[in-house]
């Protein structure tokens, strides 16, 4: 089960606001580097990173607030595919193309 992380609502322009995460790592797997992908909102040596983020329809959050951030399973797996799967297939038809032309 992936943690959430917690954040505060720095600011808010229109419908998009930035967060100040600041947690530690949430789980033994994340502290080895091998984690669920929660470990995107720790990055950097103090822990501490801003996010820009679209804000819900309706949500009622101001500047100052306390909010949790997760990932949803969906759009985790829709990251790994375009971080992992995307570029590995540009390399194999580079490869593919460079035998062709040879």
Same mark, same amino acid.
């Given at each position: ?5 917690t954040?505060?609502?720095?600011? =808010?322009?229109g419908?998009?606001?930035?967060v100040?995460?600041? $947690? !530690?790592?949430?789980?033994? #797997?994340c /502290?080895?580097?091998?984690?669920c992908g929660?470990?995107l ?17 309706g949500?009622a =959050?101001k500047?100052?607030?306390e909010?949790?951030?997760?990932i $949803? !399973?969906a759009?985790?797996? #829709?990251? /790994? ?7 590995l297939?540009a390399v194999?038809?580079?490869?593919a ?5 040879t």
């Amino acid at each position: 089960m992936m943690e959430s992380a917690t954040g505060m609502v720095s600011t =808010i322009d229109g419908f998009w606001a930035t967060v100040i995460v600041d $947690a !530690p790592v949430a789980c033994q #797997r994340c /502290a080895s580097g091998k984690g669920c992908g929660a470990g995107l909102f720790l990055q950097g040596a103090t822990n501490s990173r801003q996010i820009r983020m679209r804000l819900p329809t309706g949500a009622a =959050i101001k500047v100052g607030d306390e909010v949790a951030l997760s990932i $949803a !399973p969906a759009y985790l797996l #829709r990251a /790994a595919f375009l971080a992992y799967a995307l570029p590995l297939i540009a390399v194999l038809l580079a490869l593919a193309a460079g035998l062709l032309l040879t």
